[in-house]
C-alpha cells in the first residue's frame, strides 16, 4: 500500500545522494556521529533506535520517525516493540505524541511485509 512513508522513503533517496554531493562534510560529519553514537555499548544497538524512535515521536520530526522505523526494524526490533516505544513517548509528552503514532503505523506499514 502507498502511503505518506512509503513517498517518504522514495524521494529520501534522492535527496541523501543530493546531500552527499552538495554538503559531503556535513554528511560525513552526522555519519560519523551516528555510527560512533549508535553502535552497540552499555545498550545495544537495538535499544538505542528505541530511544531515538521515541525522540522522534516526541518531538513530532516526521522524517526521524520514518528513518528510526526502519532502523529499528534493521536492529531487529518487532512491530510491537516499535509501538510499543513509541507509546512510552505518549506517556511522556503527551496529547503532541499521541498524534504522531499515526506517523509510526505508516512507516511500519510502508517497511513490513504484510503476511
Known sequence: ??????????KFKTDFLKMKTAAPDIVSGFGGLF???????????????????????????EPCINLHVQKCLEAGNTPAEIIEAAGVAVMMQGGPAYTHIPFVMDALEALVPKG
Open 35 to 61: 555510527a560512533s553514537v549508535m553502535k552497540d555499548g552499555a545498550l545495544k544497538k537495538k535499544e538505542k533506535e528505541l530511544v531515538a524512535l521515541g525522540i522522534a515521536v516526541a518531538e513530532h520530526c
Open 1 to 10: 500500500m502507498f502511503n505518506k512513508a512509503t513517498q517518504f522513503f522514495d
